[in-house]
């Protein structure tokens, strides 16, 4: 299984930023994705979820509104696309595996930084 996500970056405040995560090693149609992050010095914090075919999405309350999750099964790619950035938005975000999205995380990507800064 491999997960590898890009996209990330620094953005001022109000700025938008997309995420993308190329999943291979497994059947991606079939398998619920997460989005999962750490900010600096904190613990995980599960971000949003999408069910296999992007018919139900989850979002943690601090991004309702601001963060749209979706996928492309064809191209076997999750996105994460973040609008009204903050500075507590700051960390990095993982593409995660999350079978039945009950926070399971059974296989991660790398990472990939995202920083909201003047």
């Known amino acids: 299984v491999q997960l590898v996500e890009s996209g990330g970056g620094m953005v001022q405040p109000g700025g938008s930023l997309k995420l993308s995560c190329g999943g291979s090693?497994?059947?991606?149609?079939?398998?619920?994705m997460s989005w999962v992050r750490q900010a600096p010095g904190k613990g995980l914090e599960w971000v949003s979820g999408?069910?296999?075919?992007?018919?139900?999405?989850y979002y943690t309350d601090s991004v309702k509104g601001r963060f749209n999750i979706s996928r492309d099964n064809a191209k076997n790619t999750l996105y994460l696309q973040m609008n009204g950035l903050k500075p507590e938005d700051t960390a990095i975000y993982y593409c995660?595996?999350?079978?039945?999205?009950?926070?399971?995380?059974?296989?991660w990507g790398q990472g990939t930084q995202v920083t909201v800064s003047t």
């Open positions: 090693g497994f059947t991606f149609s079939t398998s619920d």
């Open positions: 999408i069910n296999t075919d992007g018919g139900s999405t």
């Open positions: 995660t595996r999350d079978p039945n999205l009950l926070f399971q995380y059974v296989d």
